[in-house]
């Protein structure tokens, strides 16, 4: 304690004297600042958010300062030298700080410190943006986070000046009251509660205008000014299908105009629907204190002008045409005086309204049936104007709407205050002159005016649209002036250059109306009292009928009338835009002007400019026709008469190209080349000149018709007439027609001509128009045909302009001529087709449109036809035909079909429904599967559905009845009713669709109930696309041309299901049958390793038994059976599974080949039946013969062991007996001598019986009696008098007697004989290489062998009953096949015998038993030796012959997938390669071969190919290679596994052990295996060493052997021969065509139906004419198609018409060739070898067509190549 208590007492008197130390040095540190001077005032020269300026006095002789500076937070120092001023950096923004400034001698000491204190300024605000427009408001916004005690000032300038200025708390403020379409500044800065403010942050924005303002609700800002395309509108997109109402206000555009372009008259009735959040919005309002803007139509809709004018403005001149042309249908106004608000200019709309063709029949036409036609922008009418001044209480336009009304029929012609939405202020159209017309229909009782009147309706105030009211002064022929005061300049009332008629219209119940100061008025307008109307206290109705009076009297004053055209030249004068004054439209008009000017005759005009098109374009048409049907040959040889048509056809083509191109067409592709614009107008120009042209012609033509037939009795000159009308049409179709004839023409021509080169660039011309939205001509509906060439290139480019392999759909209409189709389709989907004025659409044309959404294609192509029943055709003979024909294209080219059924014309319905039930049967044969829609028009009852049951109910067993009908004219009995052609559903693929008029037209609008109907039609189809697309495969442009082409092809032949081919069809068909053959090889190879190794268990049977087990080799046949079977069902099923998978895919077309579906699954079950029957018979031949061996397997095994236990006896005796010493030197003599004691003597003790020989002959002949025992009695008595050792010697011969009698002297006697000669050769070599494949395997005969070759000999026989042989031939050729059979088999046998005799076998092995012998009495190590044995004599050969099992399988897949993969992938392919073989080679003898001996030329061929593949190269040794390496692992895991094991017997377990465990892949010799355990004393663990390093040698020594060898020796050891597998592979059926002999090519085994892709002249399969003997020149292909007539044993040598071949031949399809050239390839080898044919037949050179002569080797490969559907 006492010690604690003296430090601390220390401690305080340190801290006591430290205070007093410090005290001192605190008043020196003083008076050391007070010596050194401190610096002058220090101030605070800027402030910056980051820096600030210093400035002060220095004193004298200081250069030197300390700065020191701190905030709330930090401390800095720094030294300053010689400046009085310094820049602070590094500060933080809006932070107060204290600055100590000192000044600091040279000695270091320092001055008093001054101080001062600042704050940096803020930041301005970050992110400073404009975040809203409008046309008088600007919303900023900008980060105020963090900015508690802060405010911004913010600043409006315009022109440098302040507009307004605000300051906030907040971080957004609104700029209201600004100017539309100005730009401003914004300014910000940052204040501070202390004062401080930040550097200004700036920003820019112009307000919108009104327009700008109203395009950005509407969603159209990107559309403007005329973006927005008629393609773009077209466009089938989710929008344009679906019933979801507008859900904004941008939604209303696309509303409008989706209702537009559907003709829908409540298009301008369009306002969106509140959403869920709003709708609660509303539930919950409080109406008493809460805003009622929710209620209110401006927040759910703009005003439908507004809309209106907004579109046009957005809109580009085509689409403004269709969108006049649609309101004039729904008898809505349209512009006339279209307004920019923002530019205060206003255009003129004479290119919209130059689309909208009125009828109407005036009451002062002469004729009261007549009528007038034109377009309205040529029609002078008088112009009756609507205005307005200032306010009016009087709604004008609700006043027009009354007055263009029929009382009985109001229609709000012009938007009105008190229409849906017509309330809403207008933003943007105010200055819109709006235009209608009244017509009349002729009917005094019903029309409101007499003539036709034009009125016009200017929106807003006079006094505001001082151009368009002059305007309007100066066209029109009067104008009512609506007002309630007049307080106004006179002079701008009564415009100076007036024209008009004026007409003050008042409201006198207006208190604003001063009646003295408008009498004054209207005095000084010198007005009268008629010229003022004012409305009292009368009804509207009384009111409007003044207004009627006054225009009345205006209507037959015909001074004032004027034509919309001819004000183009008051709008210029004004100032006024003209829409047609864009440079494209003028240089189009004056192009389209140039070639339509001179146009006074039409027909003068088509014949001298367009002279293609003309008499030689339908004679080409019928004689393409004629090539197909041959109705005209008579008694002609066919193809001398097609070779006739050929060179018919080609003069015509010369006569063509020898027209120079007119000069119209000259201007008309010139006009084409510009671009894209232009073109558009000059299509659309000449269209409407070519409109006005053939209406005046056509009305003059009408008017001569009408008098002649009235006052003339020359029929004739009546004839005459109604012939110019028909063909009085010109349109921009028939110069797209005549341009696909000038490129049709030139192509004819040689490749180096100029003026083929010239035209080649036509078809992409019309690829792009097509692209553009123009239809193209796919059908020439005045010829009937199509140009193939033309549609194929325009097509191809097409395919390339819009992608490659964009998918498309389908949609066709159908029906009777006039009932509205193309209305139909124009209605539905916006599309307009070239219908020329006066005419009816002919032909057939193709639109397409684009698709946007989830269809799964790009664009919908839509065919609009020609009606059926055409009065025009009904004349004609083959009026029918062309119905059908057309119908069955279009069908076949649709996805879907409408059905179009008008119910004025039920009477003609039966006859259209005949024509449509035969296309679709056609297409339901040929794999296509359209769907269908029957629309029934003029159907306008709410409840047409339900009362139309029973109708429905008739129409469908019409349908039936139709059915029916055409099945039987098909030929195709099995299709009873509609719905077995296609689905059909009688409730959903009906619909009743109203009349198109709302009223008596011209004056009526489109019903809304048609367009609602329509537009259900339209979503049902769509939805019916939607479905197809899970199960159809969508067909892209080239695809569909394919289509075209073969169904033209087959539509040209007048027995449709028997001729139609298409390349789609066959190209789908190859693919399965690529795949089919795939899974077919699969099963056979899976089933060939299974037998390979069951074939191994059997003869490793008593080997791998154990001990324990009593079964015996029937049971393991048993299990085999059942295991196989086991297998087969696995593998069909695997089959089956892959063929149903293939079919349910959506790619590849597979539904074109549904109906081969049964065929393929046959197949697959025939495969598994032959399959199964040949495994049977193949393991119970195996069976039986290792049954039979196992007795001398027995011997051996009895005399193996009696001699090892005698050896081993002598051996003990001899090694007792003998002293060692001289062991060495006697040894081997002694040995010997004893070995050989005791061999003879066991050899002595044992039975050698061994196999039985067998006297094969006899088993032969009782197979054969066995077989043949059905045939009678005649067969039975001749084989009891018949040695089968006779037979089989020499060549067989076919002799007269082979036949039957009745086919002696028929016509085709020579052609039998050669016939049944081939067959009788090709049945023996077949029958000669079964035997050699028998024999070659050394095995021991069995009687299945020749009941195989006998069961192949009669399947022969089945399929050729018709070649007319006797059963004596039968009997004669299979006693020579089992002769020669029997000969070979008896060798093999005695050979076998000799092999395997017991005593030979054991004699074999003496040498090797006498060595073992020598090595066990001196004790030697057998280890190596035995070893090497084993490998010797045991593992090589059946490693060598496990190599040759699976090699066969292995080179059939080598050819199947290398460079051959294609030759051997379906039979059609492999025909190709063939015939291609043939042609490159050019010889003779090989073609003769071909046709005569087919089987055996394929069969040569095919092992010339294995054997060119596999004779040079590595590729045979590596898969030989690749089994060597594969069963060499197998063996050294099998030695390594054993040795693992605990063997009690030592080597003589072990080896066993080794071959049990390989036993399912190797056939161990059971010879050499008891020989290497024979005498064997090795030990296991030497010997295993030893055994692996021998097997290792092994695979070392097999790879040099096996790459010694040749492939032809390699094939003879084979197992399964390649080329045989090969050659049933292609072989097919082995079918022939029974007059051409082509091989069928159908593919898989149990196909109903043969076929071949190319057939070729009779002459070639030894047909002749029985008089002349000249080889036939026919091709069954065309005969099949005449009226030609053949004969044969078949028809009793009868004749019978080639049309109805199937008759006779029903398993046979022979199609029409693809095209006339498709044969070209045999007709070029006929030609080439027609001689030499002639003397190998015995017959007379054929009579060759002259068109056959200019066939080069390059045509006929590419024939060649078009008829196997090659690329």
């Not at 083959?878 to 879907?896: F, K, P, R, Y």
């Amino acid at each position: 304690m006492d010690d604690e208590y003296e430090d601390k007492s220390m401690e305080g008197n340190q801290q006591t004297n430290t205070s007093g130390a410090q005290s001192k040095s605190y008043l020196g540190e003083v008076a050391k600042l007070k010596a050194v001077p401190a610096p002058g005032g220090i101030s605070v020269e800027y402030i910056g958010t980051n820096s600030l300026t210093l400035v002060w006095d220095p004193p004298d002789s200081i250069s030197s300062f300390e700065l020191t500076y701190s905030s709330a937070t930090t401390t800095n120092t720094s030294a300053i030298s010689n400046v009085k001023t310094t820049e602070v950096e590094g500060l933080c923004p809006e932070t107060e700080y204290t600055f100590s400034l000192v000044s600091v001698s040279e000695n270091g000491l320092r001055s008093v410190g001054v101080k001062t204190t600042a704050c940096t300024k803020p930041d301005p605000p970050g992110n400073f943006k404009v975040e809203n427009v409008s046309t008088t408001s600007v919303t900023l916004i900008w980060d105020a986070a963090g900015c508690m005690k802060k405010k911004f000032r913010l600043l409006c300038c315009q022109n440098r000046g302040i507009i307004q200025e605000t300051t906030t708390e907040l971080g957004t403020v609104v700029f209201s009251d600004l100017n539309p379409g100005n730009k401003y500044s914004f300014h910000i800065t940052t204040v501070l509660s202390i004062g401080g403010k930040s550097k200004e942050a700036v920003t820019y924005a112009q307000t919108k205008t009104k327009l700008q303002s109203l395009l950005q609700d509407l969603g159209l800002e990107q559309y403007y000014p005329n973006k927005l395309s008629l393609s773009t509108v077209l466009q089938i997109d989710k929008r344009s299908v679906t019933d979801e109402p507008a859900q904004s206000i941008s939604c209303l555009p696309w509303l409008f105009l989706k209702k537009l372009m559907m003709v829908n008259v409540t298009a301008r009735s369009v306002k969106y629907s509140l959403t869920s959040e709003e709708s609660e919005d509303l539930s919950s309002l409080d109406i008493y204190n809460d805003p009622m803007d929710l209620l209110n139509d401006e927040n759910s809709s703009r005003n439908p002008l507004d809309i209106v004018t907004a579109l046009f403005l957005c809109s580009d001149c085509f689409l403004q045409q269709e969108m006049v042309s649609k309101m004039s249908m729904c008898q809505f106004s349209v512009p006339l005086l279209l307004p920019n608000c923002d530019t205060q200019q206003c255009t003129f709309m004479l290119w919209a309204m130059r689309d909208i063709v009125k009828k109407f029949r005036p009451h002062s036409l002469s004729d009261p049936r007549g009528f007038m036609e034109e377009r309205i922008v040529h029609s002078e009418l008088p112009l009756v104007s609507f205005v307005r001044l200032g306010d009016c209480s009087i709604s004008k336009s609700h006043i027009l709407n009354m007055l263009l009304s029929n009382p009985q029929q109001y229609h709000d012609t012009f938007v009105h205050h008190g229409m849906d939405c017509g309330d809403i202020s207008r933003r943007i159209s105010d200055g819109l002159v709006e235009m209608s017309w009244y017509l009349p229909c002729g009917n005094k009782n019903i029309d409101v005016f007499p003539e036709a009147l034009a009125f016009a309706n200017l929106r807003g105030d006079i006094s505001t649209f001082e151009t368009q009211y002059s305007f309007l002064c100066q066209t029109s022929t009067a104008i009512f002036v609506f007002f309630d005061t007049l307080d106004t300049n006179l002079k701008f009332l009564t415009n100076q250059y007036a024209k008009a008629q004026f007409f003050l219209v008042g409201n006198r119940q207006s208190k604003a109306l001063n009646v003295e100061h408008l009498k004054s008025i209207a005095s000084e307008m010198s007005l009268k009292k008629n010229n003022i109307i004012l409305k009292t206290n009368q009804n509207n109705a009384n009111f409007v009928k003044q207004l009627h009076s006054s225009i009345n009297n205006i209507i037959y004053k015909p001074q004032n009338k004027v034509c919309l055209e001819e004000m183009d030249t008051t709008a210029h004068e004004l100032g006024i835009v003209v829409d047609e004054d864009i440079k494209e439209c003028q240089n189009a008009k004056n192009n389209a002007h140039g070639i339509t000017k001179n146009i006074q005759d039409m027909l003068h005009f088509k014949n001298v400019q367009l002279p293609l098109q003309g008499q030689i374009w339908k004679d080409l048409a019928k004689l393409e026709k004629e090539e197909c049907r041959l109705r005209k040959a008579g008694g002609q040889n066919i193809e001398s008469y097609k070779s006739d048509l050929q060179m018919k056809k080609t003069e015509l083509r010369k006569q063509q190209s020898k027209y120079d191109i007119s000069q119209a067409m000259t201007c008309f592709v010139s006009a084409l080349t510009s671009s894209s614009l232009e073109r558009s107008f000059f299509l659309k120009w000449m269209r409407i000149n070519l409109d006005n042209v053939s209406r005046k012609s056509l009305s003059s033509l009408r008017e001569q018709y009408k008098e002649k037939s009235t006052f003339s009795e020359n029929k004739e000159e009546i004839k005459q007439l109604d012939q110019q009308i028909s063909s009085s049409s010109l349109g921009t179709e028939h110069f797209l027609r005549e341009m696909g004839q000038l490129y049709e023409a030139a192509v004819s021509l040689p490749e180096n001509v100029e003026s083929r080169k010239q035209m080649l660039h036509l078809p992409r011309l019309c690829a792009e128009l097509m692209l553009d939205g123009f239809p193209l001509e796919l059908v020439d509906g005045d010829a009937s045909n199509i140009p193939l060439r033309w549609v194929n290139d325009v097509l191809q480019h097409l395919n390339s302009l819009a992608l490659p392999n964009n998918k498309i759909m389908v949609v066709t209409v159908l029906g009777v001529q006039s009932t509205g189709k193309s209305t139909l389709l124009n209605t539905m989907f916006g599309v307009q087709f070239a219908v020329s004025s006066g005419r009816c659409t002919r032909g057939a044309f193709m639109q397409l449109i684009g698709i946007k959404g989830e269809l799964d294609c790009d664009y919908l192509v839509i065919i609009d036809t020609e009606g059926l029943k055409s009065p025009e055709l009904a004349k004609l003979d083959e009026s029918h035909e062309h119905d059908n024909e057309l119908a069955t294209l279009v069908v076949g080219l649709s996805d879907i079909t409408i059905i179009n059924i008008a119910m004025e014309n039920c009477t003609e319905m039966k006859d259209i429904l005949q024509i449509v039930v035969h296309a679709f049967l056609r297409m339901k044969e040929i794999g296509k599967k359209p769907k269908c829609q029957f629309v029934h028009q003029n159907v306008a009852d709410v409840s047409a559905h339900d009362k139309n049951m029973r109708d429905r109910k008739i129409l469908l067993e019409q349908l039936n009845e139709m059915t029916e009908a055409a099945a039987k004219m098909e030929n195709k009995h099995e299709y009873k009713s509609f719905t077995d052609v296609m689905e059909y559903d009688p409730e959903t693929c009906n619909w009743y669709i109203p009349g198109l008029w709302h009223g008596n037209p011209p004056m009526a609008p489109v019903n809304a109930g048609y367009s609602e109907a329509v537009y259900d039609l339209k979503k049902k189809m769509i939805a019916v696309i939607k479905k197809q697309k899970t199960h159809t495969t969508r067909y892209n442009i080239t695809e569909f041309l394919e289509w075209t082409k073969s169904l033209w092809n087959s539509v040209k032949y007048e027995n449709f299901i028997f001729s139609f081919r298409n390349s789609l069809v066959a190209d789908a068909y190859m693919r399965l049958c690529t795949e089919f053959h795939k899974w077919e090889w699969s099963f056979k190879k899976h089933m060939h390793s299974w037998l390979t190794g069951a074939e191994a268990r059997v003869s490793n049977f008593e080997m791998m038994k154990l001990k324990s087990d009593k079964s015996d080799l029937q049971d393991m046949l048993c299990r085999l059976k059942q295991e196989a079977v086991t297998k087969l069902d696995t593998l069909e099923n695997t089959t089956m599974e892959n063929l149903s998978k293939y079919f349910e895919q959506t790619e590849g077309h597979v539904y074109l080949v549904e109906k081969y579906r049964e065929d393929f699954v046959s197949s697959v079950k025939s495969l598994r039946r032959e399959n199964q029957s040949s495994l049977w018979t193949y393991l119970e031949a195996t069976v039986d013969i290792r049954r039979g061996m196992n007795n001398l397997d027995n011997i051996k095994k009895t005399f193996t062991e009696t001699m090892e236990k005698k050896v081993l006896v002598l051996l003990e005796e001899l090694r007792k007996s003998n002293s060692s010493r001289c062991d060495a030197q006697t040894t081997d003599k002694d040995l010997d001598r004893a070995f050989d004691k005791i061999w003879q003597e066991t050899v002595n003790e044992l039975s050698f019986a061994g196999l039985e020989e067998r006297n094969i002959f006899n088993c032969v002949y009782r197979q054969l009696r066995e077989n043949m025992k059905q045939k009678g009695g005649f067969v039975t008595e001749k084989l009891t008098r018949v040695n089968l050792q006779d037979y089989g010697n020499g060549t067989f011969k076919v002799k007269k007697e082979h036949f039957f009698k009745r086919w002696l002297n028929s016509l085709f006697s020579d052609n039998s004989t050669m016939d049944l000669q081939v067959m009788a050769d090709d049945l023996i070599s077949r029958c000669s290489q079964l035997v050699q494949e028998k024999t070659v395997n050394q095995s021991n005969y069995h009687d299945t062998y020749i009941q195989e070759i006998l069961h192949t000999i009669d399947e022969r026989f089945a399929s050729n009953k018709n070649m007319g042989y006797s059963d004596e031939f039968e009997l004669y050729l299979k006693l020579y096949i089992c002769g020669f059979s029997a000969r070979e088999f008896q060798h093999m046998h005695e050979c076998f015998i000799m092999k395997n005799d017991a005593r030979r076998c054991l004699d074999q092995f003496k040498d090797k038993y006498s060595n073992d012998f020598k090595d066990l009495f001196h004790d030697r190590d057998q280890c190596q030796r035995k070893a090497e044995e084993f490998t010797q004599l045991c593992l090589i050969p059946a490693v060598e012959t496990f190599i040759y099992s699976f090699l066969g399988p292995d080179i059939v897949d080598a050819m199947l997938q290398g460079k051959n993969a294609f030759q051997f992938s379906t039979r059609a392919f492999f025909q190709y390669s063939l015939l291609k073989h043939l042609l490159n080679e050019d010889s003779f003898e090989q073609y003769v071969e071909y046709i005569v001996t087919y089987e055996r030329f394929v069969k040569r061929w095919i092992l010339s190919q294995v054997t060119e593949q596999f004779s040079n190269g590595p590729e045979l040794s590596e898969l030989e290679e690749g089994h060597l390496k594969e069963i060499t692992k197998e063996i050294l895991e099998a030695i390594k596994m054993t040795q693992n094991e605990t063997n009690e017997n030592g080597i003589k377990g072990f080896i066993p052990s080794i071959c049990r465990k390989l036993g399912q892949k190797l056939v161990i010799p059971k010879d050499a295996l008891g020989t290497v355990m024979a005498l064997n004393n090795s030990s296991q663990e030497p010997f295993a060493r030893w055994l692996i390093k021998s097997v290792e040698k092994m695979e070392q020594t097999l790879k040099t052997k096996l790459k010694e060898g040749n492939i032809q020796s390699k094939l003879q050891k084979l197992k399964i021969k390649p080329q045989d597998e090969l050659f049933k592979r292609v072989f097919g059926c082995g079918k022939q065509c029974p007059f051409c002999k082509s091989p069928c090519e159908a593919g898989g085994g149990a196909h109903t139906e043969h076929c071949a892709s190319v057939h070729r002249p009779q002459g070639l399969g030894l047909y002749r004419y029985e008089h002349s003997k000249q080889l036939l020149t026919n091709i069954c292909s065309t005969d099949v198609h005449s009226e030609v007539q053949f004969n044969c044993p078949e028809t009793n040598n009868e004749d019978h018409p080639y049309k109805r071949y199937r008759e006779i031949f029903p398993d046979w399809h022979i199609p029409a060739d693809s095209s006339i050239q498709a044969s070209d390839y045999w007709k070029y080898v006929m030609t080439r070898f027609n001689t030499k044919f002639a003397e190998q037949y015995n017959a007379l050179p054929a009579d060759i067509p002259f068109i056959w002569k200019r066939i080069t080797k390059n045509q006929a490969l590419t024939s060649l190549k078009e008829s196997f559907n090659i690329k």
